[in-house]
Nanobody, 120 residues
Framework: QVQLQESGGGLVQAGGSLRLSCAASGTVSSIDTVAWYRQAPGNWRDMVASIISNGSINYADSVKGRFAISRDNAQNTVYLQMNSLKPEDAAVYYC??????????????WGQGTQVTVSL
């Protein structure tokens, strides 16, 4: 069984930084695409950043130049470095990954989410 676990959320002042982690564990054979999404109350869940196995990266326009996604394949972990945080960045951040398990099957998984709160 595969699990995704986010961590690193919390309360930060506007202009501050946080680093989120998304760790895959269990019967993980390989990780293909990983994306970070966020959802604020009353809003849709929107993609923030994504990284695929060949290293290609995409960002939402709202976070370009402030957020950086990276991955550590040896640790089955993806990071989201968030700098110059704004109040509008406050949301629950979710990790979403396409993972191959030991049986060779590819499936998408969601983490449980981590709260990011940005104060003025």
């Amino acid at each position: 069984q595969v699990q995704l676990q986010e961590s690193g959320g919390g309360l930060v002042q506007a202009g501050g930084s946080l680093r989120l982690s998304c760790a895959a564990s269990g019967t993980v054979s390989s990780i293909d695409t990983v994306a970070w999404y966020r959802q604020a109350p009353g809003n849709w869940r929107d993609m923030v950043a994504s990284i695929i196995s060949n290293g290609s990266i995409n960002y939402a326009d709202s976070v370009k130049g402030r957020f950086a996604i990276s991955r550590d394949n040896a640790q089955n972990t993806v990071y989201l470095q968030m700098n110059s945080l704004k109040p509008e960045d406050a949301a629950v951040y979710y990790c979403h990954a396409l993972i191959q398990d030991y049986s060779g099957r590819f499936r998408y998984y969601w983490g449980q989410g981590t709260q990011v709160t940005v104060s003025l």
